[in-house]
Every structure is written in structure tokens, then in C-alpha cells.
């Protein structure tokens, strides 16, 4: 797409998240909405299907979520009437166990490996299926140092616009909003590409045009 995005950024810096996705779905000819079903994921799932109930939903499912998390997934699934589409690992978990020795240390080559495999990859897969134009994420700038410099818009390497319409809200605010609108927090979540909460998986940053290109 070709774009400004410092005009569409001036633009949208005030605005509230559903203004923000109202913009990113009127602008957009195939957009989709990722999810890992986190904690607070509800928030845009909400958000983004009261103004487009057909939006395409993507979940990478790595296998590795927990009871917990898979029974929070189904329930919005349900509850939200979500446009999901589910992509795995080309490897089960079950398997990597067996033959791969399951999650191994983070911070060595195998983990960024495995990484790769379980997240990377079926992203990548699930891009090229749907061929985007507009990606909503909920990512956030208090979740991680490196999000802390990203803009609400911003153009991917592979040409199509990252949305993150609740880049500028707190956790508290995602938290009020969940409670104003009587939506489910799951906070039995956990990501074995990124361990602990403030690392980044390599998702957002291997997607992310380097600021000299």
C-alpha cells in the first residue's frame, strides 16, 4: 500500500481504539484481526467485531496453550460469533516431545528454532493465505521496550499496514473496558516463545521495517 503514514499517524494519535479500527476496517479490502487469546484479548475482539462481526479472526495455535486458555478461546469464539481461522505448527507438540525434546532454554539458538517453528512460520503461512491489506493487533507500548517506539500504523516488510489501535492505552485501561463490557479476562496464559511477559517473541519485530529501509 502506499501511503503517509506520519499524515495518517497525526491523525489517529488522539483517537480512541475504536476509532481506530473503524478507520483501519472502512480503509481496508482484506484486513484481518490476529489473536493469541491472552489475558486481555476480548478487549479488541470485542472492539473490532461491533464494527466488522465478519472480520477475519487469526489464531496461531501453537499447541502449547493451557486448559484454560483453549476452554477462554472457545468461549469468545462462541460468545463473539468470531470469523476465526486456525493455523498450527507443521509439527504437533505431541511430536516435538517425543522426537525434539520439547520447549528448549530461551535465549539460545534452539529456542529461537523452535520459535520459529511454532509461531514464525505458521504467521507467515497464515499472511500468505489471507493476503491482507490492514493487520489489527492488540499489542501494546507497556508490554515491551521495543513497542514503546512503534506508531499506531506502521508498514510491514512484506507492504501491508501493522493496526495497533490500543497501542497508547495502560493495561488498567484494557482492564476497565473488559469490565465495562462484561468480557472474560483469562490470566492462566502462557507463550513458550517468550517465557516471561516483557520479551518479544520476533514476531512484531521480524515483520517490522528496519527505520533505514
Known sequence: ??????????????????????????????????????????????????VRPDVPVVWIDSGYGTEATYRFASELISQLDLNIRVYHPQYSRAYRSAIMGGVPEVDTPEHDEFTRQVKLEPFGRAMATEAPDIWLT?????????????????ETRDGYLRVAPLLNWTELDVEEYLVEHDLPI????????????????????????????
Open 138 to 154: 492488540a499489542i501494546r507500548k507497556d508490554q515491551t521496550e521495543f513497542r514503546q517506539g512503534l506508531e499506531v500504523v506502521s
Open 186 to 213: 483469562e490470566n492462566d496464559y502462557y507463550d513458550p516463545t517468550k517465557v516471561l511477559g516483557h520479551r518479544e517473541c520476533g514476531l512484531h519485530t521480524s515483520v517490522s521495517r528496519r527505520a533505514s529501509e
Open 1 to 50: 500500500m502506499t501511503v503517509n503514514l506520519d499524515a495518517i499517524n497525526r491523525d489517529l494519535a488522539e483517537q480512541s481504539p475504536r476509532n481506530i479500527i473503524q478507520w483501519a476496517l472502512s480503509s481496508a479490502k482484506t484486513p484481518v484481526l490476529t489473536t493469541n487469546f491472552g489475558p486481555h484479548e476480548a478487549a479488541i475482539l470485542h472492539m473490532a467485531t461491533q
